[in-house]
């Protein structure tokens, strides 16, 4: 069975504050792993990662893959109040459903 | 405007009753997934639908049905037999690369 965990559950910082959340993964044949933003109604896509030591960026976004170690981690550098959601991690495999286990989420929270 | 389509967006059960959640995209996409998400859970995949009159069951299809008569919709039936319903409901389409979401329907039981 596919498995994707996440930490932090949750995390409080101040704004201006640089973040990085983990997720990691046991799933066969894996194909993808995506990162989704979700504030208070649909998760919104962020990145998708396929290969391994590509970082992908967006603003202050960033995230990168090691296949090696099955795991992926989420930066956001100078924190904005904006940016309290909660981030969630699911990966993909090759299966042609193209169906996606997802993590629990880490709920993130930015304050003043 | 393109995209993915849920309603209600809230909606109330009363005991017993079968309720049929709505999801309409205009994306052209031929798959389609039903998400339940509970607080402190992840999303678990419910059914999904590769094709129009085609769909397989998810990780938690006990207590739901679907349809899959349109391209365009996949309604999502609640039925009796689902005891504990009370959850954020939330459907998806598939792109050429990634699943795009809708703005989910809270169910609650009265």
């Known amino acids: 069975e596919d498995k994707v965990v996440q930490s932090p559950l949750s995390l409080v910082v101040h704004e201006g504050d640089t973040v990085t959340l983990n997720c990691s993964y046991e799933?066969?044949?894996?194909?993808?792993l995506l990162w989704y933003k979700q504030e208070k109604k649909a998760p919104t896509f962020l990145f998708m990662l396929?290969?391994?030591?590509i970082e992908k960026k967006s603003g202050r976004l960033s995230s990168i893959l090691d296949k090696k170690e099955l795991s992926s981690i989420l930066n956001i550098t100078a924190t904005q109040t904006g940016d309290s959601a909660i981030y969630l991690c699911?990966?993909?495999?090759?299966?042609?459903?193209?169906?996606?286990?997802f993590g629990t989420g880490t709920r993130l929270q930015v304050t003043l | 405007d393109g995209g993915i389509t849920q309603s209600p967006k809230y909606l109330f059960r009363k005991e017993g009753q079968n309720v049929t959640l709505s999801c309409e995209q205009n994306l052209n996409h031929d798959a389609m997934y039903w998400y339940r998400q509970d607080p402190g859970q992840g999303l678990r995949l419910i059914y999904y639908?590769?094709?129009?009159?085609?769909?397989q069951k998810g990780d938690i299809a006990e207590g739901y049905s679907v349809s899959r008569e349109k391209k365009e919709s996949f309604p999502l039936t609640v039925t009796s037999a689902q005891k504990n319903p009370t959850a954020f409901y939330l459907c998806?389409?598939?792109?050429?690369?990634?699943?795009?979401f809708g703005p989910g329907t809270r169910l609650l039981v009265l």
């Open positions: 998806a389409s598939k792109g050429r690369e990634t699943q795009y």
């Open positions: 799933v066969t044949n894996f194909r993808s």
């Open positions: 639908s590769q094709i129009v009159n085609d769909f």
């Open positions: 699911a990966v993909g495999n090759t299966g042609t459903a193209s169906k996606l286990t």
């Open positions: 396929t290969s391994s030591g």
